[in-house]
C-alpha cells in the first residue's frame, strides 16, 4: 500500500492526478508557450470548470495566482485605500491582517480565542472600513465560520467588499457568490493538487475600486494589477509565464469532480466526518480543539491530545498513514487530519478504526 497522506495541505493528490500529469507530459503541455492557443484554451477550459463547479456567476472573474498568500497581498493593494477590518481566529486568518499591516493600511482585527469563531454581534467594522476579510476554514485551528454569517455581514455591511478566504474549504463548501465580492484559495488542500498555483475569483465591484485607487496615485501593484490581470484573463492571457501544468491540472480535477458529481462529493464529506468526529469523541485520549459541533471545520480536524501528539503521528505513519501536527503553538499538543474530496470512504474507515487501536 502507497503511503496515504491525511495531511491538511499539502495533501494526498487527487486520486486521477498522476494519470493527468502522465497525459500532459505526452501532449507536451509543459513546453507550450503561455501566448499560444493551446495556453488559452486550457485557461479557459479551467476556468469554465471552476464556474461550473463552484457556480460562480458569469460576471465573476477567474484570475491565476501563486498562491493564497500573494492574493492576500493583491486585495490589500487594489481593494484598500486606507482602512480594512479582519477576522482573526487563529494562524491563517491572522496572516491577511499583517500583510495588510505590512502594506502600510490602517488594519485592525477583531480577534477570537483559538477554536472559536466570530459571531455576528461581535463583528463591528468602523464606517471608514473599506473591506472585511473572513476565512471560511481556518486551517489552523479546525474552526469553521458558519456560511450565514458571511451573509448576515453582507446585509449588514452592503457597502464594504468582503474577501472570503476559501483554501481547504472550496469546492466543499457551497459559496452563494452573490453575497461576497472575492474569494481564492490555493489548490494544494481540498483540490489535491501539487503547491504553486492559487485561484482569485472577483466581482467588477474589485476591479472599480482599483480603478478608483490608480485614479488618486495610488500604487496598485506592479506585474499583477487587478485591472490587468482582468484585461488578460478576457483573453485567457496572463502577464507572467504561469504554472500552465497546474492550471491544466485544475481543470482536469475540476471536471473529474463534476463529473462524479459535487452533491455526491459533499455527501462522502458528511460520511467520513462524521466518523471522523466519532473517533475523537469516543477515543479516551482526544478531545475536540474546536468545542462548540456547529464550528468544526468538516474537512480539517483538529484533536487535542492528552500525550505528546507525535506518538500519534508516528504510530499512524508506521502504518503509512500521514497526518499533520498541530499548528504553530499546538505542534506537540494537537493533531490535524484532512477530510477532502480525494480521501475515499474507505481510507478514512481505516484510518478512524486504527485511531481506535491507538494507546498512548
Ligand atoms: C494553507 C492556507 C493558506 C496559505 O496558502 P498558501 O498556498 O501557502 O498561500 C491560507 N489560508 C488558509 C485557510 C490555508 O489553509
Redesign the pocket.
Known amino acids: 500500500m502507497p503511503d496515504l497522506h491525511f495531511t491538511?495541505?499539502p495533501t494526498a493528490l487527487y486520486f486521477t492526478v498522476e494519470e493527468h500529469i502522465k497525459n500532459a507530459l505526452k501532449q507536451g503541455i509543459t513546453s507550450t508557450s503561455h501566448r499560444g492557443q493551446v495556453f488559452k484554451d486550457i485557461y479557459k477550459e479551467c476556468a469554465n470548470n471552476l464556474k461550473l463547479l463552484m457556480e460562480i456567476p458569469d460576471d465573476y472573474h477567474v484570475l491565476i495566482t501563486?498562491?493564497?498568500?500573494?492574493?492576500?497581498e493583491r486585495i490589500i493593494l487594489n481593494c484598500v485605500e486606507h482602512d480594512s477590518y479582519h477576522l482573526s481566529m487563529g494562524a491563517?486568518?491572522s496572516?491577511f491582517f499583517k500583510i495588510a499591516d505590512d502594506l502600510q493600511r490602517n488594519a485592525s482585527s477583531l480577534i477570537v480565542e483559538d477554536g472559536t469563531v466570530p459571531e455576528l454581534g461581535q463583528i463591528k467594522p468602523s464606517t471608514s472600513d473599506e473591506l472585511i476579510t473572513i476565512?471560511?476554514?481556518?486551517?489552523?485551528t479546525g474552526a469553521h465560520i458558519p456560511l450565514e454569517t458571511i451573509y448576515e455581514l453582507r446585509e449588514k455591511f452592503p457597502d464594504k467588499l468582503i474577501a472570503v478566504?476559501?483554501?481547504?474549504?472550496v469546492p466543499v463548501y457551497p459559496i452563494d457568490f452573490s453575497k461576497i465580492d472575492t474569494l481564492y484559495?490555493?489548490v494544494?488542500?481540498a483540490f489535491g493538487l501539487p503547491?504553486g498555483l492559487?485561484i482569485w475569483i472577483v466581482n467588477n465591484r474589485c476591479v472599480e475600486k482599483a480603478e478608483q485607487l490608480a485614479a488618486k496615485g495610488k500604487v496598485i501593484g506592479s506585474y499583477h494589477k487587478l485591472p490587468e490581470m482582468v484585461e488578460k484573463a478576457a483573453q485567457f492571457q496572463t502577464t507572467e509565464t504561469p504554472n500552465i501544468l497546474g492550471i491544466y491540472l485544475l481543470s482536469k480535477v475540476a471536471e473529474d469532480m463534476l463529473t462524479k458529481g459535487i452533491t455526491a462529493i459533499r455527501r462522502e464529506i458528511d460520511y467520513k466526518s462524521a466518523i471522523m468526529n466519532m473517533a475523537i469523541d469516543e477515543h479516551p485520549n482526544l478531545r475536540h480543539f474546536v468545542k462548540e459541533d456547529k464550528w468544526r471545520s468538516k474537512t480539517?480536524k483538529v484533536a487535542e491530545t492528552d500525550f505528546s501528539s507525535k506518538k500519534l503521528i508516528q504510530y499512524l505513519a508506521e502504518k503509512k498513514m500521514n497526518i499533520g501536527t498541530g499548528y504553530g503553538q499546538y505542534k506537540d499538543s494537537q493533531v490535524r487530519m484532512a477530510n477532502f474530496p480525494t480521501h475515499s470512504k474507505e481510507q478514512v474507515e481505516m484510518l478512524v478504526d486504527t485511531i481506535a487501536k491507538f494507546k498512548p
Open positions: 491538511p495541505g501563486s498562491s493564497a498568500n500573494e492574493a492576500w491563517f486568518s496572516r476565512c471560511l476554514n481556518e486551517s489552523g478566504d476559501g483554501v481547504s474549504a484559495f490555493s494544494q488542500k503547491a492559487g480539517v
